[in-house]
Nanobody, 115 residues
């Protein structure tokens, strides 16, 4: 499975960005977005399973929306009301969950929120 992420960039506080991540190869059960800032651990931002179960970090609830197109094996992250503290490198993540869990990471896309 290969993950191709896109959509990062520079935006002013209060602005919006949309991230996309397309998975090629086998179907995956779980897709999500993590983010990381220098010196910190990677943290889960939002995730969605193939069955539609969605999870958000408390810091983004009400501002970010994750969605998934199962037919395209693609996950989207709509980020609204962006804050300076949302600045990070965002990584797409996918998992195939079975007897063995296989995990995959995208290349990371930089999101900078600054005036």
């Amino acid at each position: 499975v290969q993950l191709q992420a896109s959509g990062g960039g520079l935006v002013q506080p209060g602005g919006s960005l949309r991230l996309s991540c397309a998975a090629s190869g086998n179907r995956v059960n779980f897709m999500g977005w993590y983010r990381q800032t220098p010196g910190d651990q990677r943290e889960l931002v939002a995730s969605v399973t193939s069955g539609g179960t969605i999870r958000y970090a408390d810091s983004v609830k009400g501002r970010f929306t994750i969605s998934r197109d199962n037919a395209k094996n693609t996950v989207y992250l709509q980020m609204n009301s962006l804050k300076v503290e949302d600045t990070a490198v965002y990584y797409c993540n996918a998992k195939q969950v079975g007897i063995v869990v296989y995990e995959y990471w995208g290349q990371g896309t930089k999101v900078t929120v600054s005036s």
